[in-house]
């Protein structure tokens, strides 16, 4: 998969887990990795860097 923002190959761990956060080596844009269920692919959606989720 690349990233959505400069197209660069992300490198996904073969051992990573649903939620993990990786980031684009070339602008740092950081993802976290959603696993479908039924095909065991990963996929990606932006992770916001806000400050808020500091426990619930
Ligand atoms: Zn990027």
Redesign the pocket.
């Known amino acids: 998969m690349n ?1 959505t ?2 197209d ?1 190959g992300l490198s996904v761990p073969t051992d990573a887990m649903k939620g993990e956060i990786i980031s ?1 080596k ?2 740092g ?1 950081s993802y976290e990795l959603m696993r479908d269920e039924g095909s065991g692919q990963f996929s990606i959606r932006p992770a916001e860097l806000e400050e808020e989720d500091w426990g619930e």
């Open positions: 990233c923002e400069c660069a684009c070339d602008c844009t």
